[in-house]
């Protein structure tokens, strides 16, 4: 499994960006896609994660009703927009994936992951 993450940079606090993840490998449709981040100094924290197959969403409570994961199963590709953003969303983003047996907030079942994008918010 191959997850290439992009979208990063550069917003304003109340600004939006919306990252991609690039999924390739393998059929998909027995996995879970999630994004975690993690800022300098703190541990990587779950932020939303999709089943492939049927499409159900969980999000974090620190983003929920901000950020938005969606996925396009014929381009095999994750998305996560995300609005109203503040100084505390910046991070590095990384999209991962793993079977749905994952227990979906915790980085450690995720066997797969992408290379990071960096998210900067200026206040």
């Known amino acids: 499994v191959q997850l290439q993450a992009s979208g990063g940079g550069l917003v304003q606090a109340g600004g939006s960006l919306r990252l991609s993840c690039a999924a390739s490998g393998r059929t998909f449709s027995n996995y879970v896609m999630g994004w975690f981040r993690q800022a300098p100094g703190k541990e990587r924290e779950f932020v939303a994660v999709i089943k492939w197959s049927s499409g159900v969403t969980y999000h974090a409570d620190s983003v929920k009703g901000r950020f938005t994961i969606s996925r396009d199963t014929a381009k095999n590709t994750v998305w996560l927009q995300m609005n109203s953003l503040k100084p505390e969303d910046a991070a590095v983003y990384y999209c991962?994936?793993?079977?749905?047996?994952?227990?979906?907030?915790?980085?450690?079942?995720?066997?797969?992951w992408g290379q990071g994008t960096l998210v900067t918010v200026s206040s």
């Open positions: 991962a994936a793993d079977l749905t047996t994952a227990v979906y907030p915790a980085a450690g079942s995720y066997a797969y």
